[in-house]
């Protein structure tokens, strides 16, 4: 089912409007130039060290670049559909999970469209016509600057973003913490960005926890008082008792040894 913010997104972009002729125009140029154009952006991203830690070897590349081909050749066959959108959302996922900036993506596509543009503009033995390698170079110019424009434009952003995210964050749960850290269990993290909705439950879910555990205790404690005073009553009661046999004892042994000496007397 696609995702309406997808349909969104192709309206805007007005996709739904692109004559088809054109696709297979791009496709065509694309199964000209396409490897070219992917293995002039490999050989770049081995050469600059932020990027090529990301492949651990040339067969890793190789498969990364069979994916892209396969991404694009997709796409301009079977147009922006529901398969597109959950490739290109893979491939987001791919990057986010690595660690691999928006910049390096985006700057890449750069060296991919500059070979795509002479292909379709000036190919074959048209790309040594003057005017037509112009008009490849000024589309190229264009696309690039406008690339970089938006890599620039959405670097603000994220920053901007993160840092309100951040002190959401800080805000939110650090005053969770620090209630908690006074010793109240009753606190609660709450209206963090959806980003942090799983920490946010890992937070609440480790305080009732222990709320849950402490209470255990509390009874527990409760239990080991009633039982204390119970065996301290029984031991006081215990200890009269012990007192008033004694006594009594003490009488017995008393009224015996009068007895014995009553007895000794009318003996004699």
Same mark, same amino acid.
């Given at each position: 089912?696609?995702?309406?913010?997808?349909?969104?997104?192709?309206?805007? @972009?007005?996709?739904?409007?692109?004559? #088809?002729?054109?696709?297979?125009?791009?496709?065509?140029?694309?199964?000209?130039?396409?490897?070219?154009?992917?293995?002039?952006?490999?050989?770049?991203?081995?050469?600059?060290?932020?990027?090529?830690?990301?492949?651990?070897?040339?067969?890793?590349?190789? #498969?990364?670049?069979?994916?892209?081909?396969?991404?694009?050749?997709?796409?301009?066959?079977?147009?922006?559909?529901?398969? @597109? @959108?959950?490739?290109?959302?893979?491939?987001?996922?791919?990057?986010?999970?690595?660690?691999?900036?928006?910049?390096?993506?985006?700057?890449?596509?750069?060296?991919?469209?500059?070979?795509?543009?002479?292909?379709?503009?000036?190919?074959?033995?048209?790309?040594?016509?003057?005017?037509?390698?112009?008009?490849?170079?000024?589309?190229?110019?264009?696309?690039?600057?406008?690339?970089?424009?938006?890599?620039?434009?959405?670097?603000?952003?994220?920053?901007?973003?993160?840092?309100?995210?951040?002190? &959401?964050?800080?805000?939110?749960?650090?005053?969770?913490?620090?209630?908690?850290?006074?010793?109240?269990?009753?606190?609660?993290?709450?209206?963090?960005?959806?980003?942090?909705?799983?920490?946010?439950?890992?937070?609440?879910?480790?305080?009732?926890?222990?709320?849950?555990?402490?209470?255990?205790?509390?009874?527990?404690?409760?239990?080991?008082?009633?039982?204390?005073?119970?065996?301290?009553?029984?031991?006081?009661?215990?200890?009269?008792?012990?007192?008033?046999?004694?006594?009594?004892?003490? #009488?017995?042994?008393?009224?015996?040894?009068? &007895?014995?000496?009553?007895?000794?007397?009318?003996?004699?």
């Amino acid at each position: 089912m696609t995702d309406p913010k997808f349909s969104e997104q192709i309206a805007f @972009y007005e996709l739904d409007r692109t004559d #088809r002729a054109a696709f297979s125009g791009v496709l065509r140029a694309l199964n000209r130039r396409v490897d070219t154009a992917l293995d002039r952006f490999y050989a770049k991203i081995a050469g600059v060290p932020a990027l090529g830690h990301f492949f651990s070897g040339k067969a890793h590349m190789d #498969r990364a670049k069979s994916a892209q081909r396969a991404h694009w050749i997709g796409v301009f066959t079977h147009g922006v559909n529901d398969e @597109y @959108y959950k490739r290109a959302m893979n491939i987001g996922n791919v990057h986010a999970r690595i660690g691999l900036e928006p910049r390096w993506y985006i700057g890449g596509y750069t060296m991919i469209l500059e070979e795509m543009i002479y292909a379709i503009v000036a190919p074959g033995l048209t790309r040594w016509l003057p005017w037509r390698r112009s008009l490849a170079r000024q589309l190229t110019a264009l696309v690039k600057v406008s690339l970089l424009d938006i890599d620039i434009g959405l670097s603000g952003y994220f920053v901007d973003t993160e840092e309100k995210m951040r002190s &959401v964050v800080r805000d939110q749960l650090g005053g969770a913490l620090a209630a908690l850290a006074r010793g109240d269990l009753t606190v609660e993290a709450r209206n963090l960005p959806a980003e942090y909705a799983s920490v946010e439950q890992d937070f609440n879910a480790a305080v009732r926890s222990l709320r849950h555990t402490l209470g255990k205790v509390v009874d527990g404690v409760d239990t080991i008082s009633t039982g204390s005073s119970e065996i301290r009553s029984a031991c006081e009661d215990l200890s009269a008792r012990t007192e008033q046999q004694a006594a009594s004892l003490e #009488r017995t042994v008393a009224s015996i040894s009068e &007895v014995t000496a009553k007895v000794q007397s009318t003996a004699q």
